[in-house]
């Protein structure tokens, strides 16, 4: 019998932390610009605006209002095809492409740097004691939990991590966040990064987050495909948080030392032409069925289920059981309570069903509905 609750995250789920929802993303980096112009390199915004502008050929009027996918649909597209794009050869698109990821990336940074996040505190707490369960063996007969993840930010990621490093303070047994994928440790002797399945080996557990479109503490290995991670530092913007172009160590022990195994970011940027043929994309998307296939309930928080993510839609049709329940968390607001109402339909749409709905955001689900679940455990 089913008992799996799986826990799917979209942009929303940090809105109530700070994070700027993906439309406004674009319109964030340039009001950082104006209050904190520091945060960038000098440059770094004039050059994005001249792409807009002189490449794109947007009106500096809409800038604050394009698209990231009209952005990077066609970086991406013509990358993938080393096709140039209008004044910029395949080489300067690549230069572009990482300019307007670095700014998103700092601006994400600058303004989560002091927003409060006791919410997401209380769901990696929840999560971490229904992991527990699997410790001593007990993954073979209990798997209650998971989280499919579609946002870049480490919020939750080292929030999980600090719980589980308080948590096995007082106790032997282990537990680790596990992405689903094959993961090395970006500092060699940090024993906190360890691949989930040798954790359960040796009687641990692991809090499953499976970060669909990447994450920003990853770098991958070229050659040998290895994600690497480090926990509370957002490695992927490299080289622009000072960090230098580190190597996959395995290689270079294996090869010697190549350029060819300079670490780099491989985050799926938000565009219409998603490449998901990275193996440790297809390992994490694969797993990601295998969770939702087992779902007695899926909570959606923060997510719109959009047209043009057309592979999670399409990975929820075919893996997601008519039985299973669902749930929409999201925030009505008063503003615009009717975009809630058409999210509720789109969702009983697209399942073909009634579902659960909860309107007054995600932390406040995780401090009706969640935190309570710890509590009483507690308290007996």
Known sequence: ???KTVYILGAGFAVEAGAPIQEKLIS????????????????SIAQFKNFLTNTLNIGERWHNTIPLEDIFTPLDSCIANNLSFRNLSVEKLKDK????????????????MTTPKDYITQFADYLVFKSKQRISGNYK????????STNWDILLDNSINLSIQDDDFNNTEQGVVDYCCHVSSYEKNDETV???????GRGGYNVKLLKLH???NWLLCPRCQRIYVKFYQKIAMNPFNGISNHSCRHCDKNFGKESSHRLVSNLIMPTYLKDLTNPQYKIIWQNAGIELSEAKKIVFI????????FEMRQLLARMVDKKTEI?????????????????????????GRKILSYEFGASKYIEEKIKPLIEAVSFN
């Open 97 to 112: 492409r990482q300019l307007v990821f670095e700014l998103i990336g700092l601006t994400m940074q600058h303004i989560l």
């Open 28 to 43: 964030e980096i340039f009001k950082v610009n104006e209050k904190a112009p520091h945060v960038f390199r000098d440059d």
């Open 302 to 309: 923060g997510y719109s289920l959009p047209q043009a993510d």
């Open 327 to 351: 749930e929409v968390v999201d925030i009505r607001g008063d503003k615009n309570p009717d975009n809630y109402d058409s999210l509720v339909r789109n969702y009983e749409q697209f399942f």
């Open 194 to 200: 360890k691949p989930g399945l040798e954790i359960l």
């Open 141 to 148: 007969n209990c798997d209650p939990v998971s989280v499919l």
């Open 1 to 3: 019998m089913k008992n």
């Open 214 to 216: 990447g994450s920003l």
